[in-house]
């Protein structure tokens, strides 16, 4: 029998329904296995333990109705810029230390309601990385640097960086993170798991520090692509059912945007890929989509006033981007070691300026075209660094494709114009992938 954190939480949720296990005690190992591994090898991917984890699970064990949650017992981490209720959501930030929520954010209580054990909140780069332009991906000043499972010394990648290496390091059944630039797809992609961003607006983002609200989306961190149906459907509170796409006639693009400039390494990776792929009677062209400069633009127009909307009604010190940035500079060697060039420029930003309908404009007409593009592509891999589907709010899966000879994962990220045919392809592009190894922790 495997150990309990090498299964999926589609599996886990079989053991739990049949009951193999419970979730008691499937809470009490994930627990056991976080204070065995989690800062004794110096990841310090968890944030906070919820203290009410083991309760919970004693609750759902209880249940008559376990078949009917779709969930059921599964433990569940979460990032440290959305709302647990009666956990601090500091986003990473040491100014924002005294900000406890009072309730879930509704994706948590989505996640509760069907049958989720909340475990606790995961480190992540300080304000979804959009603090400094020098901060260290993995790095806050209220909870230090998450390190990579694999390798200490590999950069993590962010900001859901805390997610990822729990996810990695069999700290939980799933993990949920949150996405504005690659937070959730690029992230993940360093560390041998699968990460899920929805389509802007596929679930509700309330409860959640914003960095850009048109543009920010939380989605599940998991083992494998069906994992993260499972968990995507347990955060919106509806059944997401997708089938795997045919491999004969499934349609693929490919964005040779930035492909020469990757390592040897990666390109002969995407090109077995893909002969794979083709060989077994998929179709596939090349398309070039660029990065965009105006995504950038719309992050530093909206993040204060959509942080300041956020703390508005939270019992804390500091309510507004002014006051935070004063807290910083009472102690800047401590409380803002690499700088907070980002923060303050966000000061001089607004929705009002007109580079931000500037930007918006272009928004939409990117989107638009980029959907036509595609509306008879099941799936587009992405090569080189774009944001294109970030910036056009289309949605985006990260699977783990194989490993790297450094012994670090290589991931592959896929975007489409809909949700259900970029899963479906998904379905089945995964079992093409030679996928990760786990990390030797002992």
């Known amino acids: 029998m495997k150990a309990l954190h090498e299964y999926t939480a589609v599996e886990l949720r079989k053991l739990l329904a049949e009951g193999v296990i419970t979730a008691e005690g499937l809470t009490r190992y994930y627990l056991r296995r976080i204070e065995t591994y989690d800062q004794p090898c110096g990841l310090n991917s968890v944030a906070f333990f919820d203290p009410t984890s083991i309760r919970q699970a004693q609750q759902l064990d209880k249940r008559h109705d376990k078949k009917d949650l779709p969930l059921f017992g599964l433990p569940i981490l979460i990032k440290d810029n959305i709302d647990v209720a009666g956990l601090p959501t500091t986003a990473g930030s040491c100014m924002l230390t005294d900000n406890i929520a009072v309730k879930d ?8 309601k069907n049958g989720a054990v909340i475990l606790g909140k995961t480190n992540m780069t300080e304000f979804a990385h959009y603090t400094s332009d020098d901060m260290p991906n993995g790095f806050s000043s209220r909870g230090g640097q998450v390190h990579c499972a694999y390798d200490a010394n590999h950069d993590p990648s962010g900001s859901s960086t805390g997610s990822a290496v729990a996810m990695s390091a069999g700290f939980c059944a799933a993990a949920v993170g949150t996405d504005t ?13 699968t990460g899920f961003k929805p389509g802007c607006g596929s679930l509700p983002g309330t409860g959640i520090i914003p960095i850009a609200t ?3 989306m939380a989605g599940p961190i998991t083992k494998t692509v069906e994992d993260a149906l499972l968990v995507y459907s347990g955060m919106a509170d509806k059944q997401t059912t997708v089938q795997p796409a045919h491999i004969k006639g499934l349609r693929l693009a490919v964005n040779t945007y930035g492909l020469d400039d990757l390592p040897q390494e990666e390109r002969d990776s995407y090109q077995r890929l893909l002969d794979a792929l083709q060989k077994d009677g998929a179709v596939v062209q090349q398309v070039s989509h660029p990065n965009s400069p105006h995504q950038r633009i719309i992050h530093r127009c909206e993040i204060r006033e959509d942080l300041e909307r956020y703390l508005a009604n939270k019992k804390v010190r500091r309510g507004t981007l002014e006051s935070i940035i004063k807290g910083y500079k009472a102690d800047p060697e401590v409380r803002m070691p690499y700088g907070i060039n980002i923060l303050e420029n966000a000061m001089v930003h607004s ?6 309908a500037e930007a918006m404009a272009e928004r939409q007409k990117a989107r638009a075209a980029l959907r036509e593009e595609l509306k008879d592509v099941d799936a587009c891999i992405m090569t080189g660094g774009t944001n294109i589907m970030h910036f056009t709010g289309l949605p985006s899966i990260a699977l ?6 450094d012994g670090v994962p290589l991931g ?11 899963l479906a392809a998904a379905l089945v592009i995964q079992r093409y992938c030679p996928g990760s190894q786990p990390p ?3």
């Open 105 to 112: 954010a509704p994706i948590v209580a989505n996640l509760r």
């Open 181 to 193: 630039c690659f937070s959730i797809v690029g992230c993940v992609t360093e560390h041998g798991v």
């Open 214 to 216: 048109t543009i920010d």
């Open 351 to 356: 929705r009002d300026l007109p580079i931000y």
């Open 400 to 405: 783990p494709m194989c490993m790297g000879e």
């Open 412 to 422: 592959i990220i896929l975007y489409g114009a809909e949700e259900r045919r970029l």
């Open 440 to 442: 030797r922790l002992d």
